[in-house]
């Protein structure tokens, strides 16, 4: 099983970057799917959420009205768009899928940074 997470970089602020976490080896459908950040120094915290069918999402407080989160369960992805950056934004970024009934089973990516900076 791989959760490939790709799309970070460097961005100024008030600009936007689309993150991609490419699963395979896994049943997709049969997952959750939430995107975390971390900060060094800080616990890792949940972003954005979207369950295993697609039609049901859920964002942290800092992000909503600015980041979009999507699937498509034929390419076995999860975008993350995020616009409107800034600098508290910046963060490794993760994609973790838990198993939508055997929630013991998750697995997770390796990250991605984003850094927003002018």
């Known amino acids: 099983v791989q959760l490939v997470e790709s799309g970070g970089g460097l961005v100024q602020p008030g600009g936007s970057l689309r993150l991609s976490c490419q699963a395979s080896g896994l049943v997709f459908g049969a997952f959750d799917v939430s995107w975390f950040r971390q900060v060094p120094g800080k616990e890792r915290e949940l972003v954005a959420g979207?369950?295993?069918?697609?039609?049901?999402?859920n964002y942290a407080d800092s992000v909503k009205g600015r980041f979009t989160i999507s699937r498509d369960n034929t390419k076995m992805t999860v975008d993350l768009q995020m616009n409107s950056l800034n600098s508290e934004d910046t963060a490794v970024y993760y994609c973790?899928?838990?198993?939508?009934?055997?929630?013991?089973?998750?697995?997770w990516g390796r990250g991605t940074q984003v850094t927003v900076s002018s």
């Open positions: 979207i369950n295993s069918t697609g039609d049901s999402t």
């Open positions: 973790s899928g838990r198993h939508h009934v055997y929630s013991i089973i998750e697995y």
